[in-house]
């Protein structure tokens, strides 16, 4: 067998690897159980990727992440490995079938784990070699996780299922407390800790108070005229990001501005994400939906123009700054009144504690009419009820753990209900409790006091290691001082037929390479 | 202003004897027997699917717009009326040009195929011609993608001829449309260290509404196709692109299809009726649609000569589609079915109507 380093330069064109991916690569090859916490940007995926390869047998990763799911397997196409599919609910059903009937030609699976509740997918998996089970973003198992998802809290069943095969679980933001957590929810499997420092030593941090959104809006011109390099501007509201960005475009004529949400079409989404990815777009103004999976070496400055609802994902987001380890910048704008908009996001994650006795008194009733329905209309519940998708996953849970869900029907529970009812009540109070105490830990930060890098990364590590250029702006950071590489860029207007010239090779074409 | 003036011509034509939703089905091309009904009806079939996922909203927003241009009016059950502004906006003929090479029943489908398979070669060649084999696809059409690696597995040992060939007949087409239709085709288009512009980006630096965009484009490739059909023998390279979709199917809902399956194998209606577990009254919406679409399809083994002139007679007096004043007018002594079906009929034959 060719050694670890030829084959990475192979299939992926990298020299060497990056901190922790050989000692866990070899770990995982070895056979063992492993756990591994690595930060954002250190690339986790090849940590199963490469065993993709060179095990036999297939390696199956759950992933909550739908869109990292497709990126990462265009990616992989696009390298020359065709042996990798995706299984999640943007396949329909028809061609889901056709995939289940080839499943063993496949050496990676991406499997969302909705659709590990599926049956005939365990059926046919449980026939196949699997060589190795990976839990990416594996916090979501643990109820302490701020993306706890039900759905993983069954991966042990089809672990077991599966005969134990070998585990590799990964996350990128575990503190002590979850990583405890998530061996707990397996089993008890014994595990080897992999478990890397998740301070980067080339980000400074810095927090801006503002007056008011116009206020913030300067500022960003400000920073933006002073230091034109490439940045991604994170919010909270699809519009806002919008409206940002035409602003920023229209004021900052030598930078390329625009935008990237979940609404937007399929093509448009992947032409923008190129174009960052070329150096054909400056500043991209997002939600949290776009930088999954994007590995853009040369991001300078990461911008929070609303804050997340927890310290974890802003750690995940202002990672995928100066992944190139040149000096890079995270900045946060903070107006008064900016904790309302996450106090409402966290509000619609949960349903309303006055909703659940009408909605379990409604299934009541289903369950005990002589139709027994299906539970696919799940969608009439939500219609009725006006829950949304995260909500009902959340109910759905309670249900099934209640018995008032079995093999997707509803069950009569009788005199049970005051109890169920509230039960569910109670869980919806602790889960805003805990939601609510994350929020106030990052409001906490950002009107800190004290070293902002050691406040972010107590945590979840014991040292902070010495920044490579500046700290943070309570300790020696301000823009003055910031000597970020600035490339120009320059955007010449020509005619269609020039450019399609170019395009196509013809004239002058030669002397480009 | 493209789409309004697009719609506006929908609504003129409809003469506000269907609601504006109509105009909308046609547009996102719903392959609904009503709205291919309509579109042969009203003599709109070039704008079926011009803009294929296109939202409500956004079409109530144009619609709001007309109205607030006072170019039309809503009445009470959301059908429009131009107004004589709206009608001096169409007579000016702004856009006839670049209109007129529209052909959507005909095109709709074949035209998304052809745009697609021209992306994505163009991405895959000039990449490989560059030696860079790692890049994104823009495209995750599957169907697409395996035309692209079959072309690919023909023709690898002639890139440089491929390119060049390409190259030369877009360039000649493209020199004979409208400049900005030029601009906007040759800047979404990705390749080697290009990524095309999104249909926002696009917007913004050709000062054109977002939603013109998109029509624009429709009619680019609609152009195309006219241009690769009638110069089919000079066309070494691009043709190919286009040829092998060419063949597909006239427009019919599947279901109709099964129907007419069915009537070519002799069964009555109600019988079909039984055997597909269905309607009869869906059974006579098929028959409607067949209508239209097939113009060698026999009415008279549904209603007698007789009465398709009476029917027909009826409508030129009338001049009107609307069923209900048809049927009144004849005092009810034919069926609705017997109706439309003439109408459908008519349409196909091109008499009646004008």
Redesign the interface.
Known sequence: MEDLETLLYRYF?FNSFRTGQKEIIEDVLAGHNVLGVLPTGSGKSLCYQVPAITLGGAVVVVSPLLSLM?DQV??L????FKDVVAINSFVDYKERHILFEQLETYKLIYVSPEMLQNEQLIKRLKLMSISLFVIDEAHCISQWGHEFRPDYLKLNTIIQALKYPPILALSATATPEVQADIITQLDELPFNKHVYPMDRTNIAFSVQNCQSKQDKINYLEEVLTTFPVPAMIYFSSKKEAELVARIL?EKLRNLRV?FYHGG?????R???Q??FM?D?LDVICCTSAFGMGIDKPNVRLVVHYHIPTQIESFIQEVGRAGRDGLSSVSLVLYAPFDDLLPKRLIESELPKEEQITSIVNALEQVATSDQTQALNSHTLIMERFEINEVQWRFLQFQFEKHDMIKKNQFMPIYNKRIEVIESIKQKIEERNHYKMKKLQEILAWVSGTSCRREQLFHSFQTTIKTPDFLCCDLCDFSFQKWEPLIKSSQTETTS??L????????QGAENE? | MILDYIILQCIKKIKSERSTASIFHLLSGKRSAQTLQDANMYELTAYFGIYK?MHRSLFQQQIYELQKKKYITLDSQDNAHITGDGDAFLKKEEYNHLIKDLNGMEYTRNSDLLWLRLQLW?QTY?NI??NN????????NKEVQSWVKQHYSKYNVYIKEW??G??QE??YF?KQID?LL??L???R?????????????LA?KYYVKETDIHIYQTIVIHKLIVHIESNYNNLKYIQCFYTDINSAEKFMTDSAKKTNRWLNKGFDLNHIAKIRNLKISTIQDHVIEIAFTDSDFVITQFVEQKTIDTIITAVKQLDTTKLKQIKNYLEGRYSYFEIRLVLAYSKTKAIGGE
């Open positions: 064109g497709s265009k990616q196409k696009a390298r020359g475009d625009s937007m079409d399929p093509l448009d992947t032409l923008i190129q174009q070329k054909q269609w037929e450019e399609l010239a170019a395009l196509f090779l013809q390479t | 996922g163009i000039t011609a560059h084999y790692f890049f994104v696809a823009i495209t995750d390119l060049t390409v190259y877009l360039e493209l400049s030029a601009d085709f040759v800047e288009l990705s390749g080697y260290k290009k990524i095309g512009l999104t249909k926002d980006q913004k």
